[in-house]
């Protein structure tokens, strides 16, 4: 079944700004709802109202689609499309005001992403790709950097913040730090669109879900970033990603340590 990309993008860019507009306009209200997995795995009204807002949007154009969602408005579907959303990637940023975050939505076709947007509402930056067709900001075509020297590098790291996850972060930074020019830490999502930006050199990302990669991933990659995890493929147990020219340093040193 064929489906105009271009349109889906549109239609999910509009979504994505829309439930930013939201975050920032309910961020002085928000309520907490209890942590789900983990103390550290916070959820707020304002994340449910976001993901509401995307489902309610993408249902209505194709209510045939299946959605993974993080706050549980996920449905099965019987088109071979599935939307895979994260409405607020980096609660915490959010509800304590200490960094960015963003909004996620990507689309798989089978197995294969084929469109995605990821949402700065803070910083008025919209990131998207179709498959095939490039990445862009704003409108913009952007691309990877050109991959300094590891030791003038600049990498981002996330991670989920439960006990193991922390613990196998510790032991990837002691390693990385002292080898690199810095590193930054930031949402899974961000991460990986700054990677297609050009502003990190490389990044790494522990223990994540699908939603929080899954758009940023495509993004990255149709930046020209390299992506990969223990082997080839990236996975949510490990994503590293890299300039070309930085990509074998940074995956070796991270596999060692990882």
């Known amino acids: 079944m064929n489906r105009d990309l271009e349109a889906a993008r549109d239609l999910t860019v509009d979504l994505a700004v829309r439930a930013g507009r939201l975050q920032l306009e309910r961020r002085d209200t928000l309520r907490m709802g209890a942590p ?20 309610d949007g993408i249902l209505a154009a194709w209510p045939d ?13 019987g088109s071979g499309w599935m939307w895979v959303v994260d409405p607020l ?29 990821v949402h700065d509402p803070a ?29 003038e590098a600049l990498v981002g790291v996330s991670f989920q913040p439960n006990p193991k996850t922390k613990e196998r ?11 690199v020019g810095d590193i930054r830490r930031i949402p899974a999502a961000l991460n990986l669109v700054y990677q297609a930006a050009g502003r990190l050199d490389g990044g790494v990302a522990l ?40 990509w074998e340093a940074l995956a070796q040193r991270v596999r060692a340590a990882a």
């Open 36 to 55: 789900k997995a983990h103390a550290n795995d916070v959820v707020s009204d304002v994340d449910i109202a976001s993901e509401r807002l995307i489902v």
């Open 65 to 77: 689609d299946a959605i993974q969602a993080e706050e549980g408005h996920g449905r099965s579907g």
């Open 89 to 117: 990637d980096g609660t915490r940023n959010y509800v304590s005001r200490t960094g960015p975050w963003s909004v996620c939505i990507a689309l798989y076709q089978g197995e294969q992403p084929r469109m995605a947007v």
């Open 123 to 151: 910083g008025n930056e919209t990131f998207s790709a179709v498959d095939g067709g490039g990445a862009f900001l704003n409108g913009q075509p952007i691309a990877v950097s050109s991959g300094p020297p590891l030791a």
């Open 169 to 179: 972060t510790g032991k990837l930074v002691r390693e990385l730090l002292p080898l």
């Open 207 to 246: 223990d994540t879900n699908l939603w929080d990669i899954a758009a940023g991933a495509l993004i990255a990659r149709e930046a020209g970033v390299t992506l990969g995890g223990h082997g080839p493929d990236f996975s949510t147990e490990l994503t590293i990603g890299a300039a070309p020219a930085l």
